[in-house]
């Protein structure tokens, strides 16, 4: 996963930028908003200070208007992942029946390219990349239109290491997804983590 760090304060978004290093991302993280971009909750490519301490304002403003009763939410800078291609990975699982997974292009082409490919879990990293080769992600991974081919191996034992947990959990936690997984010329880095419990909300989980 991505480096992140959970902050309170202008004063402690500064400090963790400086840690991991700028440029940085920062997110508004709450149970009950798992569509942070649509509500402008991720700020990207903060380069100094002043954008930081901007970001923070700004998520804390946000969160501050959307927030409920016990769920105040947070906010995380989040180090900046190296460029590649995105992935969606899910996991849903049934009680008494399996686990499924759930593979394609993900970031803002999830609803764009509406295309995915599923399996009941756990995959071996064989099928994992059958998987993709059943959606454009196969392709982008290979290098589309010219583009450097991606980490196409890591990608598939990513996928498979993630449906080995899910499987796992199949009589706790009714799904799980990161989005997005992005995979680079040498390796894939899961940047967001979502987890939803049988009977509770769905929970962001950050390093």
């Known amino acids: 996963m991505i480096g992140a760090e959970t902050i309170g304060s202008r004063d402690a978004a500064v400090s963790a930028a400086q840690r991991l290093g700028y440029p940085v991302v920062m997110k508004g993280v709450a149970a009950h908003l798992p569509h942070k971009s649509d509500l402008g909750l991720v700020k990207l490519g903060l380069s100094d200070a002043d954008d930081v301490g901007a970001a923070f ?13 016990g769920a105040p939410g947070k906010i995380v800078v989040q180090a900046t992942a190296e460029a590649g291609v995105e992935l969606i990975v899910g996991i ?12 394609g292009p993900g970031g803002v082409l999830v ?6 490919s599923v399996r009941l879990g756990p995959v071996t990293p064989d099928e994992a990349r059958a998987m993709l080769d059943e959606t ?4 982008l991974l290979r290098g589309a239109r010219g ?15 993630f449906s080995r947990f899910g499987a ?14 992005i995979v680079g010329p040498r390796g894939a880095k899961g940047v967001d983590v979502l987890f939803e419990p049988f009977g509770a909300p769905a929970s962001e989980t950050h390093p």
């Open 57 to 69: 304002d700004a998520l804390a403003a946000t969160l501050a208007k959307h927030s409920r009763p």
């Open 92 to 103: 849903r699982n049934q009680k008494g029946f399996g686990s499924f997974v759930i593979v």
């Open 111 to 116: 609803e764009l390219a509406n295309q995915a």
């Open 136 to 139: 454009a992600a196969g392709k």
């Open 147 to 161: 583009k450097a081919a991606c980490d196409l191996d890591a990608a598939a034992a990513a996928i498979a290491a």
């Open 168 to 181: 796992a959990r199949v009589e706790t936690l009714a799904s799980l997804e990161i989005n997005p997984l």
